[in-house]
């Protein structure tokens, strides 16, 4: 099993950015057998989106609503995975999760201000 830890949420005013991280650990095989690490986000009333996706090869896609805004990027040394949002809009306000296969963090609250 991996374990997944986020971090770098915030407030922050619309136009505003937000650099998320997400570091995994757990035993060596189940860290090297990771082939692609995703975010999403929940917002109350709606159900979890697929926000950016990033492969081992380094291969990434985004849902429409961020592209060009977010950024997701991986760090193989430190087994982190980052997401670097900019222009942030209020309809960006959710708790940003990350993911790898069945595994899930406890989560990122980012609240975006009008």
């Known amino acids: 099993q991996v374990q997944l830890v986020e971090s770098g949420g915030g407030v922050v005013q619309a136009g505003g950015s937000l650099s998320l991280s997400c570091v995994a650990s757990?035993?060596?095989?189940?860290?090297?057998?990771?082939?692609?690490m995703r975010w999403y986000r929940q917002t109350p009333g709606k159900q979890r989106e697929l926000v950016a996706s990033?492969?081992?090869?380094?291969?990434?896609d985004y849902a429409d609503s961020v592209k060009g805004r977010f950024t997701i990027s991986a760090d193989n040394a430190k087994n982190t995975v980052s997401l670097q949002t900019e222009s942030l809009k209020p309809e960006d306000t959710g708790v940003y999760y990350c993911?790898?296969?069945?595994?899930w963090g406890q989560g990122t609250q980012v609240t975006v201000s009008s």
């Open positions: 993911n790898e296969n069945k595994n």
């Open positions: 757990g035993s060596i095989i189940n860290i090297i057998s990771i082939k692609v």
């Open positions: 990033i492969t081992t090869r380094g291969d990434t």
